[in-house]
């Protein structure tokens, strides 16, 4: 089990700590979006819709036609003398064969290959998520003893075998990057004083590891949550945030055990 802590280790106006374990767009976009779509699926249904209409041509109809039909001019009457010379001039059972055992193979390698990834996400057990605060009309110390205490009542609580903080990341007002970091220093604090081992991670990096995309928006991170965690109950975006760092931290954790096992044997 892990103790994640990121999103809001600010101590502004309605600051607090974040403690865990364990349509994206503008209205424009999203209309854009979906004109682009409409215009691939008429580029994708085009040809299957000429092929359809050709097939059920004469000859001369089809030399007399444009060369792009609509479908409803399909002529006077329906052929299917075409259909009828392709079968008996092809051998379409061994090509039907070839086509189920050609899937049947593409079927069994993409099972094999989603096994192990299945595997991974099946191990991701959701056990809590929450929020801890400090009271904003307290002194900044205060404030910091608030924050360690709640930390350390999860800790004892909880008794997690690692934590993970997300990193600091440059903020355009310096005071509060500053209260960021003194927040940030009693995430760090607390699980160290505890003999938890402590990993950080980049914002840019928990997005890779639970979107796939460095620089997601948050609410494509929140979506990801979700779906990882099923069981999840984040109230707060702080919540879904440290969840990320929690679900980063199990791939890596994972990945780098790997790593490790594999050096010890070639020593």
Request: charged residues 15%; aromatic residues 6%.
């Amino acid at each position: 089990m892990g103790l994640a802590f990121g999103g809001a280790c600010a101590l502004g106006r309605g600051g607090g700590l974040v403690s865990a374990l364990g349509g994206y767009g503008s209205a424009p976009a999203r209309l854009v979006g979906k004109a682009l779509l409409v215009v691939v699926a008429l580029v994708w249904v085009g040809p299957y819709l000429w092929m359809v209409a050709t097939s059920l041509r004469t000859l001369p109809e089809i030399v007399a036609a444009p060369a792009y039909p609509l479908p409803s001019s399909l002529g006077s009457a329906l052929e299917l003398a075409a259909y009828k010379e392709v079968l008996q001039a092809v051998p379409v059972g061994r090509y039907l064969f070839n086509t189920v055992v050609m899937a049947t193979a593409i079927a069994v390698l993409q099972i094999a290959l989603a096994l192990p990834a299945g595997y991974a996400l099946g191990k991701l057990r959701f056990a809590g998520c929450g929020v801890v605060t400090s009271d904003a009309e307290r002194s900044l110390a205060e404030r910091l003893v608030e924050l360690y205490d709640g930390i350390a009542k999860i800790i004892e609580a909880m008794r997690p075998d690692v934590a993970a903080v997300e990193q600091t990341f440059v903020n355009k007002d310096p005071v509060a990057t500053l209260k960021l970091g003194q927040a940030r220093a009693i995430a760090l604090l607390v699980p160290a004083r505890a003999g938890l081992e402590v990993a950080e991670y980049a914002p840019n990096q928990v997005k890779k590891s639970v979107v796939g995309v460095g620089h997601a928006e948050k609410q494509q991170v929140h979506a990801m949550v979700k779906i990882l965690l099923p069981l999840s109950d984040a109230k707060t975006p702080d919540a879904a945030d440290a969840l990320a760092i929690a679900i980063t931290h199990a791939h890596f954790a994972e990945s780098n055990g790997r790593m490790q096992a594999l050096m010890a044997r070639a020593r």
